[in-house]
């Protein structure tokens, strides 16, 4: 596929039409429908209303007023489909740092350039739509119920270095709820059957696909990730700011099908212990539940430590000093390790012992 080919702006198609790169910059949402970006329109628009017009009703005492997590969530939305622009572009304009084949992502039989049939995609589309009712309700939900979880901006603050240990923790915390939370929805078999079997529709993922799971899927995320993260390792005012940003962008990146120094934020930890690039996730959605490996959100530290790295193939250009080991001991395919692991109510352990803490930490 050369640069003058572009995804097309309509949800989904059979054929690659020529076009140009600004194509790529569509005001639609990732499942490309217009009724999914009205509704968002909407509710954002609702809240800012209600922020402008009533701040001493509305604003929280401890949390950013309320008008400031309205214009985040523009800005996030913004920041989702112009990096996911960007990701598109790379994946049509360097074929040669894909993930996978060329070969791979030619459109077959009906479907769509990850793989999908007609009906899987309207199901999606169908759970998009609840997953911004459902994401935008629970926003709003924490920033009422959940006073200082939104945190406001302060005169001082503490020294530089522990405000970005306090990042650093706040995601590993992040991705340990959700890499317990991922790994038993593929060992569970009725909720891979039910639930994240949508995600793993996409074989072959652009970033486009990033969040097009069961919206429930999403949801629970929201919750073992960000929320209990924030709960448990609160961050300042622009950590936390600075903590979405890297985490939109490394969710998208590790669905862009390219694995390359493209990938910003994977690329600015690609030389830290454990780190992962979008090939390592890339391999988690071929072949049957995903391969079940590499469940982590955030950096490799989880997957290595329970036995579920793998390398699988990729671009030169992007592999990691842990991939050559992997390569040089001849683990590039290895086996899981401790499958004991897989028992179910093994993995939500973990899921339940934060669930705990974070109640806790609320409430006493």
Known sequence: MSCSESVNSEPYVDHIPPGRYHQHFSSLLFSG???????????????????????????VPGSMPLLELALAMWFFSALRR?????????????????????????????????GREPGQLQKIAEHDRLTLVSQFLLDVAIYFLVPGYYP???????????????????????????????????????????????HHWAKHPLSRTTYQDHWFDNFGNAIVGHFFAQVLIPLDHDFFFISRIIRVCE???????????????????????????PHHHDWHHEGHKGCNYTFSSLGGLWDCLFGTRKTGRHPLAAETPRDRDMAAADQKTGGRKALWMDNPWVCFTPVIILTLMVLVKIYL
């Open 82 to 114: 112009f990096y996911n622009s960007y990701l598109e572009a790379v994946f049509c304009c360097f074929p040669q740092f894909r993930t996978q084949p060329v070969k791979e992502h030619e459109l077959k039989n009906r479907k769509d350039l990850v």
């Open 251 to 277: 969710s998208l990146e590790k669905h862009s099908g390219v694995s390359c120094w493209f990938n910003m934020a994977h690329s600015l930890q690609r030389y830290f212990p454990f780190a992962q690039m």
């Open 152 to 198: 406001a901006a302060l005169s001082s603050y503490p020294p530089m270095y522990m405000r970005i240990g306090s990042m650093i923790a706040n995601h590993y915390v992040m991705s340990f709820g959700m890499y317990w939370m991922h790994r038993a929805l593929h060992v569970n078999a009725w909720l891979w059957r039910n639930i994240h079997s949508l």
């Open 33 to 59: 429908e217009w009724l999914a970006t009205g509704l968002e329109v909407a509710l954002l628009t609702s809240l800012t209303s209600v922020a402008v017009t009533h701040p001493y009703l509305v604003n």
